[in-house]
């Protein structure tokens, strides 16, 4: 009977269940886009009037969602109180070692700076963005650059190890991003010629974004810093500079944002939609921050790919565009299966593209010591010890066997 060849072209890495947290996010951004551009004080339509756009009170709100995180600021350092006897004594014990602690803590001052430096550059990004949405409906595919730039970062902050797999990946996912841009006729001449002011803000703040991403896993796994209070401090950080631009805005540019025009026959649908933003803002943060701890900041450009298909989703203009929309999904299809590569859910098993992915290196070392084990057993099994504890070497002793019959030896 024939064997069945176990040879597969394509298998899976580790999956964790935390990687639903990925379609939980995407659903949550999808949402907050789709409810703030249909928002009659902060969505496109209302803000045609320059008197009526609202970059940096959107920002606030988005501020505000990440201040809620002090939730989990206040339980840690509840949890923390209650040990920091246990951790007292911990801290004598090392000073009394002798033994040098060569692990240098990040000191709070460096860690805050750290995060006031995200702050600025998240801060800055969100206005320029929320100004751009506001102003312009034609948008590009950004996939190349934020692909490019989050594994450039991830390289030199990080120190990630790049391998086939992921030039693969990077490759793919910037040939396909750029076609669809030319397909879709988004970098024809006239409109390049007309809006690329606009793109170059959004790919300034996309780059921005993204570089973000892998700063904050660089936070965490290099400075000891948790997520939630990055959260929470970039949260009071950017809700302190949006409470001053917007007061300098009000008064001598209300062109770019004024809070008399926001709060003007205000009704309650859209005090419950600005409240609601908060919560989605939070939740939506929240969610990115665990999976930026968790896995990698690869998963969240997974992220907004799948909220950017929801939002096509309910795109009327998109509507419109049939074979548009037909390689668009063909492309998002070859883009997510490439970036499922680039975080080794998927293994592509040819070409030697599956051979460095972490699964397989861990599988090697599982075996080398599984032969190491072997091969050590086999040595000891060679010696014996004497009573005294002394290794007898037994090629310089022969044996006789004698048979028993009947209980008396032969």
């Not at 460096?110 to 506001?134: G, H, P, T």
């Amino acid at each position: 009977m024939p064997k069945k060849c176990r040879c597969k072209i394509i298998s899976f890495g580790h999956i964790n269940l935390y990687i639903l947290l990925i379609i939980l996010g995407a659903l949550f951004k999808a949402a907050k886009e789709l409810i703030t551009s249909n928002s009659e004080k902060l969505g496109q339509d209302e803000a045609k009037d320059p008197e009526k756009q609202h970059p940096i009170i959107i920002t606030i709100n988005y501020a505000l969602g990440l201040c809620l995180s002090f939730i989990f600021f206040i339980i840690y350092k509840a949890c923390n109180k209650r040990n920091k006897n246990t951790n007292a004594n911990i801290f004598l014990l090392e000073r009394m070692s002798t033994k040098p602690n060569h692990n240098i803590e990040t000191t709070k001052k460096e860690k805050l700076l750290w995060i006031l430096l995200a702050s600025v550059l998240d801060f800055i990004a969100n206005i320029i963005y929320s100004y751009n949405w506001i102003k312009t409906d034609d948008y590009l595919i950004y996939w190349p650059s934020n692909i490019l730039l989050m594994t450039l970062f991830s390289y030199l902050l990080l120190k990630m190890k790049l391998y086939k797999h992921h030039y693969l990946s990077v490759i793919i996912i910037t040939i396909f991003g750029i076609a669809h841009n030319f397909i879709a006729g988004n970098l024809d001449s006239d409109k390049v010629k007309e809006n690329y002011i606009g793109y170059i803000i959004y790919f300034f703040a996309e780059g921005t974004f993204n570089v973000l991403y892998v700063l904050y896993k660089f936070f965490m796994i290099k400075k000891s810093i948790k997520s939630y209070g990055i959260l929470f401090f970039q949260g009071l950080i950017e809700l302190i500079l949006g409470i001053i631009i917007l007061a300098i805005t009000t008064k001598y540019f209300p062109k770019l944002d004024n809070f008399h025009t926001f709060i003007d026959d205000i009704k309650g649908k859209e005090i419950f939609v600005f409240i609601s933003l908060i919560f989605i803002n939070f939740v939506t943060f929240v969610t990115i921050f665990i999976i930026i701890d968790i896995f990698t900041p690869f998963h969240i450009f997974l992220l907004n790919i799948l909220s950017g298909i929801i939002i096509a989703f309910f795109d009327e203009t998109f509507h419109n565009k049939f074979y548009i929309i037909i390689i668009y999904v063909a492309f998002i299809i070859i883009s997510i299966f490439m970036i499922l590569v680039f975080i080794e859910i998927i293994h592509l098993n040819f070409c030697g593209l599956s051979t460095m992915t972490k699964k397989n290196i861990e599988y090697r070392a599982s075996i080398d010591s599984i032969l190491n084990n072997e091969n050590d057993n086999e040595d000891d099994d060679d010696n014996i010890k004497d009573t005294d504890g002394k290794i007898i070497n037994l090629d310089e002793y022969t044996f006789e066997l004698n048979e028993f019959n009947n209980g008396e030896v032969n």
